[in-house]
């Protein structure tokens, strides 16, 4: 049964992770704007610079 | 005697032809590369695009340009925008190699737009990268510093896109006021409320006593451990409101919420620790996270409409100076008293000053609500706020800009107090209530069980267990979901509210006031009459021959209601006296245009019917009488129905800043005595003030500076936009003008909310009283408490999102 440990050991670490990812995502602003990326990516000829936050 | 009704509207010219660029009509022929173009200015963005293989733009959408021809700035000088205090205001981020700034451009209204914005690195060397939010209307530009701020601004002025720089931006440095804590506060709730569920498991199938003592240790600490942040970090807020209530002596909702959670987490703690229970940590963390989801569905905000604005955002932020013959620009702000100023056409004047020069004629509507443009003479005061239509005009500053009229009016400090601060939310009101009768309850079931059965421990279980099972989450659910979905209907219809606090004031309501010029009637838009002697086709085109030539704003709104401009007959000896009329030789004929006794010579009216005003424009033709035309305004669609049903159950009044002359027809909709006329906005101020001193709850709606003192003192306020929302006094709600035929339902909406959100009230106490019950004799297990509570919390929000959405599809607005 000492098996459970592990178990629990792992599924925080994924879960974790996703938490992880879900404050990332938040952080870096991709909550702000749900409209303008859905029309950006249909453009041709992205040649865009990286716009990342400084 | 005829009488002919016509409606003057913007664009009756019916052409064929449609500028390439913006999509308008075009009227003179500018064709440029088989292509046809409205004006000039639509023409040299074509041509920039097209010498910079930008013409991509017009194959995302089709004409998606902004038209020139409504703007009359000048796009050249921004040179003072490089003075380093402006600069370092608007800049967002600068170093010795790199300039960021935001800026807002209301202009954004398509892909096209998003598209070339985004593209402008190509047209415009040191230009690095920008990048548009399409729904705050903004665009993040960075550039490099070989490129002046000025530069910047006039090349995306030229395509088109003219940033929003205000008096206000420059004065106060700018912020990113996103607050994404919520997010990060729910994103933790949740997970650990997942995690506690799965670790709870065991204790909701009873499997516990099988377990090993040891699982059952880990089980409880890692509990303990996952609802520290949900307890310290994600219910915090809720926390520090409670607080800062009883700071103010007063107990809101947040009080019995954080009671309970602290009942909740410390309670666990101590079962856990001591192996007397499994805790309840689950239905902690899911409270809390449920509480946030609450919060954020009822914070619907509207990125770019900004509903907080002060004088300082209608006013230009640069003004053109002579100094030294010179004409140059500088901020307003650095105005001082003696400075000659220029204003042009479509210009507002920043400063209280006095006219130098120049055929001034001052469109104050926005100031007083006044609707027709106002002649000044050289030596008159012009107040800051009025609009120049017409020639350039000198003035001279008698008062820097922020000691001007208006903004004396606007910064007295009776008009600040805010409606959200005095009103106390039913929420709040129910949560006072409540948290009296559970710490009633809970204490009786404490001193029950410690008098008559002379037992300690199973007192503070029970004082304990009524505490926690009364936490009033239900409640507290209720009205931000009932609120947040009543929010979003309404804005999906164009009625755009600040927070769900203002539906809840628009619920008490029972006065309405409304502003007449903008508000009631159509902006921009009049309707004309002739009465008199029919004339011909032929006197027709002497008339509108001789009006074309005068810049009056009446003779321009004869001109265009006799149909095509450039269809006219050449003028001689044309005479326009201020104040009086114009009068002119057209093919012979001597056309007089004006009032009463310029054109006839006499003060009485020579028709039957007297109901003449100020806004009558007479005509003669080789000294004969021949009629009259009035003009009066358009009022908005519907108005009859929205006022007779808006009157059954309010009590409505009209505050007008304009003459009596539209008194006939606005009292089919208003009762006599609620009627005023010539309103100055202080007068406005003070009607408002004595009715809510008389027990009233005031909603107002207006649309113009000269409301906006008004405005603030209401208890409601509702800003009417025609158009592009950007011209709005500070308010708690913004409507697009196209929403007033449906505003009876969309008030009596809101009033139905009250309603629903007691009816939910009633559902989750029930609920309460259930636990409650058995909570008194001591027998809550953790799993009833898993059951009971997001089943309260769940059936209270279903209830409250089902009937604010059952009643507005009931009312035709969904």
Avoid at chain 2, 210 to 220: A, I, S, T, V
Avoid at chain 2, 435 to 464: G, H, K, P
Wanted: proline share 3%; glycine share 6%.
């Amino acid at each position: 049964m000492s098996v459970i440990y592990i178990l629990i050991f792992f599924s925080f670490i994924v879960a974790g992770g996703f938490l992880l990812a879900f404050l990332w995502a938040v952080k870096s602003g991709q909550y702000d704007d749900g409209y303008t990326p859905s029309v950006r990516i249909l453009f041709e000829d992205k040649k865009r610079k990286d716009t990342k936050q400084k | 005697m005829t009488e002919i009704y016509l409606k003057e509207e913007r664009k009756s010219l019916k052409t064929v032809k449609n500028c390439y660029h913006c999509g308008e009509t075009c009227g003179e022929d500018i064709m440029y590369d088989g292509k046809d173009f409205c004006c000039i200015g639509c023409l040299s963005v074509y041509k920039i695009l097209y010498e910079n293989n930008l013409c991509e733009y017009y194959n995302i959408e089709e004409n998606p340009g902004v038209s020139f021809k409504n703007s009359g700035e000048n796009y050249d000088e921004y040179s003072w925008l490089d003075d380093d205090s402006v600069k370092e205001k608007i800049l967002t981020y600068s170093d010795d190699k790199i300039q960021i700034a935001v800026f807002f451009i209301p202009s954004i209204h398509c892909s096209s737009c998003i598209w070339l914005l985004e593209n402008l690195q190509k047209l415009q060397n040191g230009i690095i990268s920008s990048e548009v939010n399409f729904l705050s209307k903004t665009a993040e530009i960075r550039f490099s510093t070989d490129l002046r701020l000025s530069e910047v601004v006039s090349l995306i002025s030229r395509l088109g896109y003219r940033p929003e720089i205000t008096l206000e931006s420059t004065e106060v440095p700018y912020v990113k006021k996103k607050d994404r804590s919520i997010y990060y506060r729910i994103g933790v709730a949740g997970f650990c409320f997942s995690n506690i569920m799965i670790l709870s498991f065991p204790e909701y199938l009873s499997l516990s006593t099988e377990l090993d003592r040891d699982y059952r240790n880990l089980f409880g600490l890692l509990n303990i451990v996952l609802a520290i942040p949900v307890f310290f970090y994600s219910a915090y807020p809720y926390f520090s409101s409670a607080l800062s209530g009883l700071r103010a002596r007063s107990l809101n909702i947040d009080f019995p919420i954080s009671l309970g959670l602290f009942v909740l987490f410390f309670r666990s703690v101590y079962e856990i620790s001591t192996g007397t229970g499994a805790g309840f940590m689950d239905s902690l963390s899911g409270l809390v996270f449920f509480l946030l989801i609450g919060r954020i569905f009822q914070q619907k905000t509207y990125d770019s409409l900004n509903f907080e604005r002060t004088y300082k955002s209608f006013f230009p932020l640069s003004v053109a100076v002579i100094e030294n013959d010179d004409e140059i620009r500088i901020p307003v702000n650095k105005l001082r008293t003696g400075d000659r100023i220029v204003i042009r056409h479509n210009e507002i004047v920043p400063a209280d000053s006095i006219l130098f020069g120049g055929d001034a004629r001052i469109d104050y509507s926005f100031v007083t609500g006044e609707s027709l443009p106002v002649s000044k003479s050289a030596g008159e005061i012009i107040y800051a706020g009025g609009r120049q239509t017409g020639g350039k005009i000198e003035l001279e500053v008698i008062r820097p800009v922020n000691q001007s009229y208006l903004t004396s009016l606007w910064n007295k400090e009776s008009f600040r107090k805010s409606g959200e601060e005095r009103f106390n939310s039913f929420v709040n009101v129910v949560g006072k209530y409540f948290t009296f009768v559970i710490l009633i309850i809970s204490s009786a079931a404490f001193l029950y069980w410690y008098i008559y059965y002379n037992d300690i421990r199973t007192a503070i279980n029970a004082f304990t267990a009524v505490l926690i099972i009364a936490c009033p989450c239900g409640i507290a659910l209720t009205s931000p979901f009932a609120l947040g979905n009543v929010l979003r209907i309404l804005g999906r219809k164009g009625f755009y509210i600040k927070s769900a606090g203002v539906i809840e004031r628009m619920s008490v309501a029972d006065t309405i006031v409304f502003d007449k010029t903008g508000t009631i009637t159509k902006n921009g838009d009049s309707e004309i009459s002739f009465s008199g002697d029919s004339l011909s086709d032929y006197e027709k085109k002497l008339i509108k021959s001789l009006a074309i030539n005068s810049s009056h704003p009446l003779s321009r709104i004869i001109a265009n209601f006799l149909g095509d401009k450039r269809d006219v007959f050449d003028t001689f000896d044309f005479r326009e006296y201020s104040g009086m009329g114009s009068r002119g030789i057209v093919e012979g004929h001597e056309i007089k245009i004006g009032s009463l006794s310029y054109v006839t010579g006499s003060a009485d009216p020579p028709l039957i019917d007297k109901s003449y005003t100020k806004t009558s424009v007479f005509i003669s033709i080789n000294g004969s009488f021949r009629g009259v035309f009035r003009i009066n305004n358009l009022y908005r669609d519907n108005i009859s129905e929205v006022m007779n049903n808006l009157n059954e159950s309010y009590n409505i009044f009209l505050l007008s800043g304009d003459n009596e002359s539209e008194k006939n027809n606005l009292s089919m909709y208003f009762r006599d005595e609620n009627i005023c006329f010539n309103q100055s906005p202080r007068d406005k101020v003070e009607k408002i003030e004595s009715l809510k001193n008389s027990g009233k709850k005031v909603m107002m709606f207006g649309d113009g500076l000269n409301d906006a003192a008004a405005m603030r003192v209401a208890d409601v306020s509702v800003a009417v936009s025609d158009g592009d929302l950007k011209f709005t006094p500070s308010s708690d709600g913004i409507m697009e003008a196209g929403v007033f035929p449906e505003l009876h339902r969309i008030i009596k909406y809101s009033k139905s909310v009250k309603r629903i959100i007691f009816a939910g009230f009633t559902i989750s106490a029930l609920y309460n009283i259930i636990g409650i019950t058995i909570a008194f004799n001591y027998v809550v297990t953790p799993l009833m408490a898993a059951i009971l509570m997001p089943l309260a919390s769940i059936s209270a929000v279903m209830f409250a999102v089902a009937a604010t959405s059952f009643k507005a599809r009931r009312m035709n607005l969904i």
